[in-house]
Nanobody, 115 residues
């Protein structure tokens, strides 16, 4: 069983930056892909970015060039560096740890971009 815990959300002005962290615990060696998703009020949960164990990344078009996902396998932690934030980035951000036979979601962290 793998548990994930996110941290780093908050309130930031447009154009600002935030860094989210997600730590995986338990049998974390079985995690193949880790990623970030987000859900705005009244909308579905959408992909933001994912990263494999060997560092292959994938980004939503809306965040390319602004967000960077990275992974520290020794710490079983994934990061999301978010720059040039826009009001439309406001959402609850969820971390996912995915293995062959499981998907483990975190509880979510709120990111609010507003002046």
């Amino acid at each position: 069983q793998v548990q994930v815990v996110e941290s780093g959300g908050g309130l930031v002005q447009p154009g600002g930056s935030l860094r989210l962290s997600c730590a995986a615990s338990g049998t974390s060696s079985s995690v193949i892909v880790m990623g970030w998703y987000r859900q705005a009020p009244g909308k579905e949960r959408d992909l933001v970015a994912t990263i494999t164990k060997i560092g292959d990344t994938n980004y939503a078009d809306s965040v390319k060039g602004r967000f960077t996902i990275s992974r520290d396998n020794a710490k079983n932690t994934v990061y999301l560096q978010m720059n040039s934030l826009k009001p439309e980035d406001t959402a609850v951000y969820y971390c996912l740890a995915k293995g062959l036979r499981f998907d483990s979601w975190g509880q979510g962290t709120q990111v609010t971009v507003s002046s």
